[in-house]
């Protein structure tokens, strides 16, 4: 590893880029670098690829997680990273529209379990392990909420020493049927009130995420304190996005905002209640989305 002067500098450039605040450092040095040094420690183990996986709500900045964590390892550790989120494997839109007409209406909405190509998803990560050549990494564009064009899709030489998968569904099991019986919010109990959609979502997790999920060497959540602040912390987001959409970019009022949550407000919330005592590391958020603690990790 480099030192502390190297570092910061290449911390202060990564921070720049993300226009984040230059305290933001701080965050770097307490709880992102004693976990790249984990990971790296873990390679060095294994010997092989390295498969990490990010847990988090929306909103919890799981994405940043793994942007610091490929850009250290990769400029501080000298490892060929590949950093990739499970929403670049979303179904396309035709198909995501013939689930909706022939399954149930809810599925045109990406994100929950059985919106996502897994067989795609699987077949990347282990090409990322193996193959010598160029590897495409497939790209969702949400603009159009549809794949993007082939074109525009990345290209790595693999193998890779360290691959990242950031999700918010991210190594979480399938509820008890039980579970399921009764609506936990408006968009369930009008637009759901026979339960097939979450019936559906939750056969999809139990079928055919766990063969994705257990290729995965690590995992790490960060644990936000409530479902409310997932609201909350989304608001932001199309806040931002408000500000500097494009022309013809449509942003979400807060009806439109309070629905889509609700899409991903039973798993969420089942993963709040399941998870921290699986995964390998938990960051835990306040309200203000600052890291309040993390267990499996020394800091």
């Known amino acids: 590893m480099q030192n502390r002067s190297s570092t910061d500098t290449i911390i202060n450039d990564l921070i720049a880029q993300q ?3 230059s305290h933001f450092i ?12 984990n990971l790296v420690q873990q390679h060095h183990n294994k010997q092989q690829t390295l498969y990490v996986s990010i847990n988090g709500c929306q909103g919890s900045g799981k994405s940043t997680m793994a942007l610091f964590i490929e850009k250290i390892l990769t400029k501080m550790f000298e490892l060929k990273v590949a950093n990739l989120s499970i929403d670049d494997f979303y179904l396309t839109r035709k198909e995501r529209k013939n689930m909706a007409e022939h399954i149930h209406p809810l599925l045109i909405t990406r994100g ?3 919106t996502h190509d897994i067989p795609l998803a699987i077949k990347t990560l282990k090409k990322l392990a193996t193959d010598h050549a160029a590897i495409e990494l497939v790209r969702f564009n949400k603009a159009i909420d549809d794949r993007a064009d082939k074109s525009s899709w990345h290209k790595v030489n693999g193998p890779m ?5 950031e999700g918010w569904c991210m190594g979480l099991e399938a509820q008890s ?12 109990g009008s637009e759901d009130a026979n339960g097939k959609w979450r019936n559906y979502v939750n056969d999809q997790l ?9 290729m995965f060497d690590t995992l790490i959540m960060l644990k936000a304190p409530s479902f409310e602040c997932v609201y909350q912390w989304r608001r932001k987001q199309e806040e931002k996005l408000r500000q500097t959409a494009k022309l013809g970019t449509h942003v979400m009022n807060d009806a439109e905002l309070a629905r889509f949550i609700q899409h991903y407000q039973r798993l969420t919330e089942h993963a709040f209640a399941t998870l921290p005592a699986k995964a ?8 203000d989305q600052h890291f309040q603690q993390v267990t499996g990790l020394s800091v």
């Open 161 to 165: 020493d360290v691959v990242i998968l």
């Open 19 to 21: 226009n984040l605040p």
């Open 112 to 114: 929950v379990p059985g």
């Open 177 to 188: 049927p039980q579970a399921l019986y009764s609506p936990i919010n408006e968009l369930e």
């Open 280 to 287: 390998d590391i938990v960051f835990e958020l306040g309200s």
């Open 26 to 37: 701080e965050i770097v040095h307490k709880w992102y670098l004693p976990l790249c040094e």
């Open 206 to 214: 139990a079928e055919h995420y766990p063969d994705l999920f257990q």
